[in-house]
């Protein structure tokens, strides 16, 4: 049987793997880091302080909610610890079975956020860094419409900021819908925030911990290519060769900047980003 490799599904599976075993978990999300050392092992530390302070602005009582794009489901499975009814709407089949092993007590649909359709309504939609993904209007509008009245959305992702310019030969850190556009999404949908909060400068050292992970593979990378070429030149050939084949020039320049560059840094990210945490009512 042949078919299109879904590098995509292969890349989310090593880098769970990777994540699980270095935190126990298959937590996809940045990591909260006040008063922690930025460290690969604080690493599952700063996430569970994320975690919390997410969960500190959900509203009060016994929640049906919406874990839109839910990640690998870790989120879903805490949510449901606390006495709350979670669905999943992911777009990944590999994503939504592993919702589907971590919080088995949720119903998972596997599509994208919007086809999602459901005659029961949510006292609560959530985005945890899935907003950035769905267009900003179609994403509050389809949210409030799944509410029931007196419902909320509660957003938590990165925002470009208004004096973002891209460009640059890797594609800088952080992403998301301009922080302009947002708020002007909001007026014009009577979205007031009934809570606001900017944790930037708390989540961006996370990318510095990724870059150094990167970057140690980089390195790793580097060390092979220099024994090859000095004890192995056809061999090491033959691999350039293979490696064209599969990434044009651009893609590889990329991936070299990637595994060896020093641009992603948490001041950049705070540069070309707002970390926002939204609690929004329709209706004001």
């Not at 599904?9 to 793997?17: E, T």
């Not at 800088?172 to 708020?183: T, V």
């Not at 651009?250 to 070309?272: I, P, Q, S, V, Y």
Request: aromatic letters at 8%; glycine letters at 10%; one cysteine or more.
């Amino acid at each position: 049987m042949t078919g299109k490799i879904d590098t995509r599904a292969v890349g989310l599976d090593a880098g769970l793997a990777f994540i699980r075993w270095l935190t126990g978990a298959e937590n996809l999300h940045y990591g909260l880091w006040t008063g922690l050392d930025v460290t690969a092992a604080n690493l599952g530390r700063a996430q569970a302080a994320y975690t919390e302070r997410l969960f500190s602005y959900l509203p009060q009582g016994r929640l049906r909610i919406l874990d839109i794009g839910g990640g690998a489901g870790e989120t879903a499975a805490k949510l449901i610890a606390l006495g709350h009814e979670v669905e999943i709407v992911v777009p990944s089949a590999f994503l939504a079975s592993r919702c589907r092993a971590n919080a088995p007590a949720a119903k998972v649909h596997e599509m994208p956020f919007q086809d999602f359709a459901s005659a029961p309504r949510f006292d609560l939609c959530l985005f945890s860094e899935s907003f950035q993904y769905i267009p900003c209007a179609l994403a509050l509008d389809k949210a409030a419409g799944l509410l029931v009245p007196g419902g909320e959305i509660l957003i938590a992702d990165c925002f470009r900021s208004d004096g973002f310019q891209g460009g640059g030969r890797i594609r800088a850190a952080g992403g998301g819908h301009r922080l302009a556009l947002m708020r002007t999404e909001l007026a014009a949908r009577g979205l007031v925030p009934l809570a606001e909060e900017d944790i930037t400068e708390a989540v961006a050292p996370s990318i510095e911990l990724e870059q150094a992970l990167f970057n140690v593979f980089g390195h790793a990378i580097t060390r092979i290519d220099a024994e090859l070429a000095a004890k192995r030149p056809r061999g090491r050939w033959l691999m350039h060769r293979a490696l064209g084949l599969v990434l044009n020039a651009r893609r590889r320049e990329r991936l070299a900047a990637r595994l060896m560059g020093r641009e992603r840094t948490a001041k950049a990210f705070c540069r070309d980003n707002r970390y926002m945490i939204f609690r929004l009512r329709p209706g004001g």
